[in-house]
């Protein structure tokens, strides 16, 4: 089973940065897509960002792009949300995944950015 472990989060004020990290274990973890989604209160999971197995390409949600980067270095199983421009609405337990969110959840971090 592979396990999932997020870190990097905080508290922030608008317009700060965060980069947060989620390292796996267990798995092949360059065969795989990987995703940041996250859950703010009262809310769904949403979709955040996406890197493909190689880094080679990367996606975003709307209401992210431009001010998130994601990348992944395979030789550290780990895979790296930068988030910079943060807003209030940004505020959220941040997961990551494969795309189809198969893989044990982690825990996730925390992010809260305060106004």
């Known amino acids: 089973q592979v396990q999932l472990v997020e870190s990097g989060g905080g508290v922030v004020q608008a317009g700060g940065s965060l980069r947060l990290s989620c390292a796996a274990s267990?798995?092949?973890?360059?065969?795989?897509?990987m995703n940041w989604f996250r859950q703010a209160p009262g809310k769904g999971r949403e979709f955040v960002a996406s890197?493909?197995?190689?880094?080679?390409?990367?996606y975003y949600a709307d209401s992210v792009k431009g001010r998130f980067t994601i990348s992944r270095d395979n030789a550290k199983n780990t895979v790296y949300l930068q988030m910079n421009s943060l807003k209030p609405e940004d505020t959220a337990v941040y997961y990551c995944?494969?795309?189809?969110?198969?893989?044990?959840w982690g825990q996730g971090t925390q992010v809260t950015v305060s106004s």
């Open positions: 890197i493909s197995w190689s880094g080679s390409s990367a």
């Open positions: 995944n494969v795309p189809e969110q198969t893989w044990n």
């Open positions: 267990g798995g092949t973890f360059s065969n795989y897509a």
